[in-house]
């Protein structure tokens, strides 16, 4: 008995031992970063300092009086809900439609990934022309079909930046979604299906009553997973609007860089960062919550 105790502790620390080089990368370039940048929320800093200067709550105090910074902050919540909303009801109905059985199922499916294979700048490039206002698609389709006497600057309107990044957003992370939900499908009990149809279901029915509950689970946990990604988007947002025109685009992380790397204002982007990572934190909780419950 003492034997297998003995052993199983030795298996233990080796588990752990293999953690280790994990665990330190994790202290090094995120944990540490991440407390450096909590200390410099309490600061004044500039780039052009010598030496940051303890000021408490003033960085967190001229935030929240800043109509700038609460413009952003709606901001980043009409984006991440948008985004995620969206997202989660074309992926998972684009999912169903992959389910059923196709000639080239497989083809389409593979193909289907392909937004997300493409690199996150790439795709803010391909929607920016499709929307530009002098040669972009949707122009062109607007004014050849007579829909509108004079070229739409979707780009320079804030509806329309809007629009075109959450637009961009979808298209980007849409097929990880489909793949999400079609895996949750692939564990769906046909037999429950077919009982609904000789019962006279339609396919509406087995949607609503047999299908959505089934992966009612996977869902919540990709709009979760969704909404904290959304929450962090930089890249595609700025490749096409630098967060313009004005601050109709201008989300937490957009924010975060003009103040840092604009205003050379380290100890302001610092306390932006770190209401930008209790937003996060309020998405994230219940998600994880979640997880050890399950797990228990």
Do not use: C
């Not at 089934?214 to 990604?229: D, P, R, S, Y």
């Amino acid at each position: 008995m003492r034997k297998a105790n003995s052993l199983e502790a030795a298996q233990h620390r080796f588990g752990f031992s293999l953690t280790i080089p994990a665990l330190l990368a994790f202290l090094v370039l995120i944990f540490g970063p991440f407390l450096r940048s909590a200390w410099l929320a309490f600061h004044e800093y500039l780039l052009t300092s010598t030496e940051p200067r303890f000021i408490g709550f003033a960085n967190f105090i001229k935030l929240l009086s800043d109509p700038g910074f609460l413009l952003s902050w709606q901001v980043t919540a009409v984006f991440v809900v948008m985004t995620t909303v969206v997202t989660t009801i074309f992926g998972t109905a684009y999912a169903l439609l992959l389910n059923e059985p196709m000639r080239g199922r497989s083809v389409i499916r593979a193909a289907s990934l392909l937004p997300w294979v493409l690199p996150s700048t790439v795709t803010a490039l391909l929607w920016s022309w499709i929307y530009n206002g002098q040669y972009g698609i949707i122009n062109a389709a607007l004014l050849t079909f007579g829909l509108t006497e004079q070229p739409i600057f979707f780009l320079s309107d804030n509806v329309g930046a809007m629009m075109s990044v959450i637009t961009a957003k979808v298209w980007l992370s849409t097929p990880v979604v489909m793949l999400f939900v079609l895996a949750a499908l692939q564990s769906l009990p046909q037999e429950q299906v077919e009982a609904a149809r000789i019962d006279g279901a339609n396919d509406f029915h087995v949607i609503r009553y047999i299908v959505l509950p089934h992966i009612k689970k996977t869902l919540g946990v990709i709009m979760v997973l969704q909404a904290m990604g959304n929450l962090q988007m930089f890249d595609i947002i700025y490749a096409m609007t630098s967060g313009g025109p004005v601050r109709a685009t201008t989300v937490f992380s957009i924010e975060v860089y003009r103040r840092a790397f604009e205003n050379w204002d380290l100890g302001t982007a610092s306390a932006v960062g770190i209401i930008w990572f209790l937003t996060i934190a309020f998405v994230a909780i219940p998600y994880l919550r979640s997880l050890f419950k399950d797990a228990d």
